[in-house]
């Protein structure tokens, strides 16, 4: 393998021809880094979507084993419903409704 010895730059066009290629180089080099970092992004996103798939499944089944106890117990309950949803709003209230619907 021959090695070349840097020639010195003898005018504005070889400096700004070897300045491109360097800004050249160090694009592609970014663009590669961001195309891989874009997939393995992708991927951990569709891995965490179906492990919170397999959960809210997972919940929804319990949440179905306990309906009849929060049913039954939905009288008693009452007040400590009112106090969640004072807390934490809205949100909780739509949740809690199913269970005592």
């Known amino acids: 393998m021959e090695i070349h ?10 400096f700004l021809s070897e300045m491109l290629v360097i800004v050249l180089g160090i694009l ?8 891989i970092e ?10 965490t979507e ?3 798939g397999r ?8 949440a179905m084993l306990r ?4 049913i039954h117990h939905g009288p008693y309950l009452g007040p400590v419903f009112a ?6 709003g ?3 209230l739509v949740i809690l409704n199913v269970f005592t619907a």
């Open 5 to 14: 010895k840097p020639k010195p730059v003898r005018d504005w066009r070889e």
């Open 28 to 35: 592609i080099a970014l663009s590669g880094e961001q195309l």
């Open 38 to 47: 874009t997939l393995q992004w992708r991927h951990e996103v569709r891995e």
């Open 50 to 52: 179906t492990r919170l």
């Open 55 to 62: 959960e809210l499944g997972a919940n929804a089944a319990v």
């Open 67 to 70: 309906l009849p106890t929060a």
């Open 83 to 88: 106090a969640l949803v004072a807390l934490f």
């Open 90 to 92: 809205i949100a909780l």
